[in-house]
């Protein structure tokens, strides 16, 4: 099947926004999300935005959804070192009827 | 994470010897899914399951087999590894397929090396 996009890496400075990107494939996924990797752990769920709304805030997490473009980003700001880690993006296609594809993953390196 | 467990968490086996890993969840989540992580190909689906007997194959079933005689566990069997099956799998387990609230919860992650 067609691949989600995420660049695959970022690095970024202590206390500046990260921005990651993501592009995915149906234009019928329904729920979209944002999964976190830790060194030697499986993956976390982040947060997720409904393909009814363009934007999603959790304290530093912001989630912008264009669906016209199928683009997907995670913004955390004041990233810290604690936010080192691998990023996923993952759809949920045929109307979330399937299981959910994830991305290659951007390992986001903050350096102190 | 509690509530999902992989064993064994690391493995060396040689080529062409039968493989099974096993995954055990006390969640009673009706899905559980294999995915296999390699640099530069993020994670692939294996196999998911959708209840007890039911499995369906995902992006790269191809070598692989899984079996789920009961809601708790799930095992992915390698009928006879090769070099490529070298990877990292991971177990996840949830409630729906997809929808709101419903993440997925990942094991922790078996590392596989097929010598």
């Known amino acids: 099947g067609e691949d989600v996009e995420q660049s695959l890496f970022l690095s970024v400075r202590e206390g500046d926004s990260s921005v990651i990107n993501c592009t995915y494939t149906d234009s019928s996924s329904t729920y979209l999300y944002w999964y976190k990797q830790e060194p030697g752990a499986g993956l976390q769920l982040l947060t997720y935005?409904?393909?009814?709304?363009d934007m999603k805030q959790d304290q530093r997490l912001t989630v912008l959804l264009n669906k016209k473009d199928k683009h997907l980003s995670l913004r955390i700001a004041d990233t810290q070192t604690g936010d080192s880690a691998i990023y996923f993006c993952a759809e949920s296609r045929n109307s979330g009827n399937t299981p959910l594809v994830f991305g290659k993953g951007t390992r986001l390196s903050v350096i102190a | 994470d509690a509530g999902i467990t992989q064993s064994p968490r690391h493995k060396v086996t040689e080529t062409g010897t039968p493989v099974t890993l096993r995954c055990h969840q006390t969640?009673?989540?009706?899905?559980m899914y294999w995915y296999r992580q390699d640099p530069g190909h993020g994670l692939r689906l294996i196999h998911y399951?959708?209840?007890?007997?039911?499995?369906d194959k995902g992006e790269v079933s191809d070598g692989y087999s899984v079996s789920r005689s009961k809601t708790e566990d799930f095992l992915l069997t390698l009928e006879s590894a090769t070099s490529s099956q070298t990877s990292v799998y991971f177990c996840?387990?949830?409630?729906?397929?997809?929808?709101?609230?419903?993440?997925?919860?990942f094991g922790s992650g078996t590392r596989l090396t097929v010598v």
């Open positions: 399951s959708y209840g007890v007997k039911d499995t």
């Open positions: 935005i409904f393909s009814n709304m």
């Open positions: 969640e009673n989540h009706r899905y």
């Open positions: 996840a387990i949830s409630e729906q397929v997809a929808g709101p609230n419903y993440g997925y919860t």
